[in-house]
């Protein structure tokens, strides 16, 4: 699993810096130059983090925050803002923006790299870890193997990568395109209602004699891993 990160910064030359420091510390890295860019490619392909600059043209970083907060797709995305030392950095603590943390320029690259570690672990646990558990559900990256209340679960390999997929972000309701993309990748074309088929498969096989279903169905959004399961 590589963690993608998304750069915001429309000053190129940190933007470049912060792609080939971050790209040596194992993250595949998309940038955008300003705002409305970012929630753009947010749309295309929903990254694991954020690196973002409060000071962006078009649609501020503050703005840029606010927004992916108000969404529920969005809601728990980890958001790392870069501020200017100063009064940005000061006003920015004293705002509720919804940042997961914040890093104030200029910054080292070694800072911002155990800063984006730290989120992740804290975040997003499962990116880093050889088996994940929710629930009665544990499923065993290393060996390919899935368990329910201490039986295995045979699993197709999509259905693997689905269930591995929605264990890492428990409660997060992804859309059909968005598991697409994170499943099958952005460059294969297969239709929206494919989803709908391995998630049927999915739960036959995680609900055998079981009543409890993990997989929360949200209507006209798409789907999520219960997280009271
Ligand atoms: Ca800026």
Not at 57 to 86: D, F, Q, W, Y
Request: some cysteine; proline content about 4%.
């Amino acid at each position: 699993m590589i963690p993608q990160v998304l750069v915001v910064e429309d000053e190129d030359a940190l933007s470049a810096l912060l792609q080939y420091n971050l790209d040596k510390e194992g993250y595949a890295v998309t940038v955008a130059g300003d705002g409305e860019e970012a929630l753009v490619l947010i749309d295309e392909q929903m990254p694991d983090l954020i690196v973002l600059d409060w000071m962006l043209p078009k649609v501020s970083g503050v703005e840029v925050c606010r927004r992916l907060r108000a969404r529920p797709e969005t809601r728990n995305l980890p958001i790392i803002m870069l501020t200017a030392r100063g009064e940005e950095s000061d006003r920015i603590r004293g705002l509720d923006t919804g940042a997961d943390d914040y890093v104030v320029k200029p910054f080292s690259m070694s800072e911002l790299a155990a800063r984006i570690r730290a989120v992740l672990r804290r975040i997003r646990p499962g990116l880093a870890e050889d088996r994940l558990h929710h629930g009665d559900i544990v499923v065993d990256r290393a060996a390919h193997r899935v368990r329910r209340a201490e039986k295995e679960i045979h699993l197709g390999p999509t259905e693997f990568r689905l269930l591995d997929y929605l264990m890492q972000h428990p409660g997060r309701v992804f859309s059909r395109e968005q598991l697409l993309d994170a499943v099958w990748g952005s460059d294969v074309y297969v239709e929206a209602r494919t989803v709908d088929v391995h998630i049927g498969r999915l739960r036959k096989a995680l609900n055998r004699d079981l009543n409890a279903d993990p997989i929360r169905t949200v209507r006209s959004a798409g789907y999520s891993l219960d997280v009271a399961a």
